[in-house]
């Protein structure tokens, strides 16, 4: 258990509609990464929330979002969804004490758009 | 930029046989390397890093790694597969801003 914990843990939904998936960092990490797997493109680098500012962006869609809460807590929001954005959605976080540049991953939330 | 190149999709080993998955990678900076594993239908594990100091790197699970500069490459062993050992495993690296560039993955297949 990396104490990074990802909710949902599966969500189905049409095209066209919007979700949010949601992630605790451990306890003292400020940052918060998100990534996107899916078999045609790999693991991909989504974007980075530093204590609540955002630090770095990725591959991520303009019609995906993310923030990061005054509690740590992050939401990535993917709105139009297309049948292309099916894929498992990691959560990371680090930053707390003794380890700055390691990330731990939560489960992932599997999205299927339909 | 950071990017990894993993050499080999696939890899199958008999159990008690050596592992060993390849990677190279491309940092304008020092890199920040990794090694994940994924076992199926769960998230990444941190096996071992590299950050600074000594190149040998020890992970856990009995797998090691060593950076080698001249080679751009950091590639993992173990000395005995396992049936446990059976999963994906991704190279990361990272050039100090904490994003990860990941390599396409390696599946190990253990054969009893």
């Known amino acids: 258990d990396s104490g990074v914990t990802q909710t949902p843990k599966h969500l189905i939904t049409a095209t066209g509609q919007r979700v949010t998936l949601r992630c605790s960092p451990r306890?003292?990490?400020?940052?918060v990464y998100w990534y996107q797997q899916s078999l045609d493109q790999g693991l991909q680098f989504l974007i980075q929330?530093?204590?609540?500012?955002?630090?770095a962006k990725g591959n991520i869609l303009e019609r995906f979002s993310a923030q990061q809460f005054p509690d740590l807590h992050s939401e990535l929001n993917l709105s139009s969804l297309e049948l292309g954005d099916s894929a498992l959605y990691f959560c990371?976080?680090?930053?707390?004490?003794?380890?700055?540049?390691?990330?731990?991953f939560g489960p992932g939330t599997r999205l299927t758009v339909l | 930029a950071q990017s990894v190149t993993q050499l080999g999709s696939h890899v199958s080993v008999s159990e008690g046989a050596l592992v060993l998955l390849r990677c190279n990678y491309s940092?304008?900076?020092?890199?920040?390397l990794f090694w994940y594993v994924q076992y199926p239908n769960q998230g990444l594990q941190l096996l071992l890093k590299?950050?600074?100091?000594?190149?040998l790197v020890k992970g856990i699970n009995g797998f090691e790694a060593e950076f080698k500069k001249s080679e751009t490459s950091f590639h993992l062993t173990k000395p005995s597969a396992h049936m446990s050992d059976a999963a994906e495993y991704f190279c990361?690296?990272?050039?100090?801003?904490?994003?990860?560039?990941f390599g396409a993955g390696t599946t190990v297949t253990v054969r009893a």
């Open positions: 990371a976080s680090s930053g707390g004490q003794g380890h700055y540049n390691e990330q731990f």
């Open positions: 306890s003292g990490d400020l940052s």
């Open positions: 929330y530093y204590n609540g500012e955002e630090r």
């Open positions: 940092s304008s900076v020092p890199p920040y």
């Open positions: 590299y950050t600074t100091g000594a190149t």
């Open positions: 990361a690296v990272s050039d100090g801003d904490y994003k990860l560039s």
